[in-house]
T-cell receptor, first 114, second 114 residues
Framework: AQSVSQHNHHVILSEAASLELGCNYS??????LFWYVQYPGQHLQLLLK??????LVKGIKGFEAEFIKSKFSFNLRKPSVQWSDTAEYFC????????????FGTGTKLQVIP | KAGVTQTPRYLIKTRGQQVTLSCSPI?????VSWYQQTPGQGLQFLFE???????NKGNFPGRFSGRQFSNSRSEMNVSTLELGDSALYLC?????????????FGNGTRLTVT
């Protein structure tokens, strides 16, 4: 069975600081990887996704993530965070053949201080 | 295009009762998934429906059930409610229901069991 670990539960940063949120998954085969974001009072929405090809994927609002197969990792990064990035971030994995049985990490709450 | 709509937004029930939650997917989306979100466990997969068929089921007791109608709308039912069922229940739809189709989430139904 696939599983996802997010190491940081709560991160506090000042504006303009760089961000890296860790995500590790356990699954031996090919996977599809996602980061979702939930802004305060809003529904979960897709930030970025990786299916194949270039392991560095770019998403909305200046976010990017790097897939490192050897480390089973898919860390989320942003060079300079803004107050509006305050949200909860979820890493997720879906394996081929699993249809839409998506496994989510427990989430990381990011608080950006102006 | 309207997003995923979940009704009701809030529910308060007592132990032993049953409850039905409703989800209307984005028009044209044929896959509907349900998740339970709690502070400690994050998002836990309940089940997924595609064209009125349950394709995947998570590790929840049989008290949790669902169905999908021919118009892709879905309902989730929880019988014999327990205190531990208090959670935010999220519905998500996707266009093709394939592993690389992003999920589109609703705002959820907040269930409180007393």
């Amino acid at each position: 069975a696939q599983s996802v670990s997010q190491h940081n539960h709560h991160v506090i940063l000042s504006e303009a600081a760089s961000l890296e949120l860790g995500c590790n998954y356990s699954y031996g085969g090919t996977v599809n990887l996602f980061w979702y974001v939930q802004y305060p009072g809003q529904h979960l929405q897709l930030l970025l996704k990786y299916f194949s090809g270039d392991p560095l994927v770019k998403g909305i609002k200046g976010f990017e993530a790097e897939f490192i197969k050897s480390k089973f990792s898919f860390n989320l990064r942003k060079p300079s965070v803004q107050w509006s990035d305050t949200a909860e971030y979820f890493c997720a994995v879906n394996a081929p053949g699993g249809y839409q049985k998506v496994t989510f990490g427990t989430g990381t709450k990011l608080q950006v201080i102006p | 295009k309207a997003g995923v709509t979940q009704t009701p937004r809030y529910l308060i029930k007592t132990r032993g009762q049953q409850v039905t939650l409703s989800c209307s997917p984005i028009s044209g989306h044929r896959s509907v998934s349900w998740y339970q979100q709690t502070p400690g466990q994050g998002l836990q997969f309940l089940f997924e429906y595609f064209s009125e068929t349950q394709r995947n089921k998570g590790n929840f007791p049989g008290r949790f059930s669902g169905r999908q109608f021919s118009n892709s709308r879905s309902e989730m039912n929880v019988s014999t409610l327990e205190l531990g069922d208090s959670a935010l229940y999220l519905c998500a739809s996707s266009l093709a229901g394939e592993v690389n189709s992003p999920l589109h989430f609703g705002n959820g139904t907040r269930l409180t069991v007393t």
